[in-house]
């Protein structure tokens, strides 16, 4: 039986959630980024803004030459946060078989569950309803034979729309004068580099690439794209999509300097990803340091892989700080970052050396109690020991 995928984009997701709360910025040019930020990215923008040419992942500074009159709104995580668990109860009750790839985007195979509904496009327009009645904003759903059929298909008729692409044919069709960064994994880059080699501009004329021609110039990337280009996803709902990664990163309004700087700035973010991996009940063998320079936007990472995983913030910090040593800090720094990867289930067994026993086991309350109680009364409720160290 051919697979039957559903794909749901809300429409502008975290400026809809701000409209909700303030209806007097209707029709207006927002976007959600911090008002009095000079620096920093856009998160997303309404349409009126879009029609100015801003777009998600936008520098600020540019999007104000670009729209004078553009209004910031302050992202409210725990709001979108709040919108994504009702999402999420919508979906589970379609299907078992379920992929969110965003707060704000997910994947459905329906294909054994849509008879209950009488047709496909009726689920669709089910969840399209219930979306906007329990939470007031909009979703555009694209119906497709495989994950990234299902994908355009949804961008067909935004906002709130419902499109189709139920076989390859049409996938072809439709997808003939598209340019190449239509397809999910084809970026800017990638998309230039295409250019350069086979002088194509769209997925037409890329289809006329052979597969052996991509092999060679792009190795893996390259047999990836040729089937993605044709419309050819056997990726199945649910199994391509595990979380490996946990990060979290701060744009400066004024540049630091400085070993000291920038550690004593890190401990934010060291808590913040450390906070979203263990409500995830995981530790991390790998801790990296990333910073942005102002000169150039230069990025560095600089990355360890431990023989123990890590989850609490004072442990990640002491890994955090060793890296630093081989990072050149004494530069003017616009960004810094931490992210923990390489993820697992935590586990009870670790390798502990002789005398270690006994401290460990007195840690691990520590942290296990001050866990529980940011969970139940609120982050801000105790200090983390590393948060205790910084002050």
Request: aromatic share 10%.
């Amino acid at each position: 039986m051919d697979r039957i995928i559903l794909h749901i984009d809300f429409d502008m997701f975290f400026a809809a959630v701000e409209l909700l709360d303030n209806p007097m910025l209707k029709n207006k040019a927002i976007a959600v980024a911090p008002p009095k930020a000079k620096r920093g990215i856009i998160t997303t923008a309404s349409y009126e803004a879009r029609k100015f040419g801003i777009g998600s992942g936008m520098a600020i500074d540019i999007a104000k030459r670009k729209c004078p009159d553009l209004t910031l709104v302050s992202p409210r995580m725990w709001k979108y946060e709040k919108i994504n668990r009702i999402f999420r109860e919508i979906v589970s009750q379609y299907t078992d078989r379920y992929e969110f790839v965003a707060l704000d985007e997910a994947y459905l195979d329906i294909t054994y569950t849509y008879e209950f509904y009488d047709t496909p496009d009726q689920l669709a327009v089910n969840i399209q309803k219930d979306m906007y009645r329990k939470t007031g904003c909009t979703c555009s759903v694209g119906l497709g034979y495989n994950k990234i059929s299902a994908k355009l298909a949804s961008e067909k008729n935004k906002p709130n729309g419902f499109g189709k692409l139920k076989t390859q044919k049409e996938f072809i069709e439709y997808t003939a004068d598209k340019k190449l960064t239509k397809i999910n994994g084809i970026g800017n880059k990638m998309a230039e580099n295409l250019y350069h080699l086979f002088y194509k501009e769209t997925l037409g004329q890329l289809r006329e690439v052979s597969l052996d021609e991509l092999r060679f110039y792009l190795g893996k990337p390259g047999i990836t794209i040729y089937h993605m280009i044709r419309g050819i996803d056997s990726r199945i709902i649910g199994d391509c999509y595990k979380r490996d990664g946990y990060a979290s990163r701060q744009t400066f309004q004024k540049d630091i300097f400085g070993r000291e700087e920038v550690l004593k700035k890190i401990v934010k973010r060291i808590e913040e990803a450390s906070w979203q991996m263990k409500k995830d009940n995981k530790s991390a063998y790998t801790v990296s340091l990333i910073i942005r320079y102002s000169e150039g936007f230069h990025r560095i990472t600089k990355n360890k892989t431990l023989k123990n995983p890590v989850k609490e913030p004072l442990e990640i910090y002491k890994v955090i700080e060793k890296i630093s040593e081989e990072v050149e800090l004494d530069k003017f720094i616009r960004q810094i970052g931490v992210r923990l990867s390489k993820t697992g289930k935590t586990s009870k067994l670790y390798q502990l050396s002789f005398g270690e026993r006994k401290s460990f086991t007195r840690k691990k309350e520590v942290f296990k109690l001050t866990y529980e109680l940011k969970k139940n009364f609120g982050r801000r409720v105790i200090l983390d020991p590393l948060e205790a160290r910084s002050r």
